[in-house]
């Protein structure tokens, strides 16, 4: 399994569609980063669910899953299943969020999700942060729209078996849905831990990446 680190991280940026995709997401990549980086800081942003119960539950949630770490959340109202109808509203909100910060990795969801709202926001994401490290994660769903990834985090057993824990403990408006249990997500971990010779893992799409493999620039370039 070939490797690269991205060097030292001090500035995330992390966004959602709907309350609960950050978690679902990365959730995992989240808490080993906040673990292991005390004082990290996390800007965050989610598109809907602003002024309800799971704004709240969004709150609670990313605090347990970013420890120690500088976050700030930001969490509008657009309507759930309703972004491409609010586009101007939900590139404002993407412009406003890279006006107040600078970071080192952004984790967004995939170009090529299922759900429109997952699907406009991450089309939104290269419009503003437009030289960064893009992230895309999956969140499993009935739309069976999962592909073959491109980049892993591993995750080590007990940050796996937090990332779950945490998911139910903190998202009870989320507990009727089928798909939304423990094993589906675990499960999902365990499948992407095996393609990348980990126990679990979490997996990312990458649509643009610059190398740096001590290669200096082409005069000509």
């Not at 680190?5 to 500035?11: C, I, N, T, W």
């Not at 679902?24 to 669910?49: E, F, N």
């Not at 969004?58 to 299943?81: N, S």
């Amino acid at each position: 399994m070939i490797r690269l680190g991205a060097g030292r991280l001090d500035r995330i940026v992390a966004v959602g569609a709907h309350c609960d995709d950050i978690a679902i997401g990365a959730g995992g990549t989240l808490l080993a980063m906040c673990l292991a980086r005390p004082g990290l800081r996390v800007d965050t942003l989610v598109l809907s669910g602003g002024g309800s119960e799971r704004e709240q539950e969004e709150q609670a949630a990313l605090a347990a899953f970013c420890p120690d770490a500088d976050l700030r959340l930001t969490v509008h109202k657009l309507p759930d299943g309703r972004l491409p109808a609010h586009w101007e509203e939900a590139k404002a909100a993407v412009e406003e969020l890279r006006a107040r910060t600078e970071p080192d990795l952004v984790l967004a969801p995939r170009t090529d999700d299922a759900h429109q709202d997952h699907r406009g926001l991450a089309r939104l994401i290269p419009t503003a942060f437009r030289d960064h490290l893009v992230l895309g994660y999956e969140i499993v769903k009935w739309d069976g729209d999962l592909g073959r990834p491109a980049a892993y985090q591993p995750l080590p057993p007990e940050i796996a078996e937090q990332k779950v824990r945490l998911l139910q403990e903190h998202y009870p408006s989320q507990r009727h849905r089928p798909w939304y249990d423990r094993e589906a997500f675990l499960g999902l971990a365990r499948i992407r831990g095996i393609e990348c010779h980990e126990r679990y893992a979490e997996a990312f799409a990458v649509t643009k990446l610059t190398l740096n493999l001590g290669v200096e620039p082409c005069a000509y370039c």
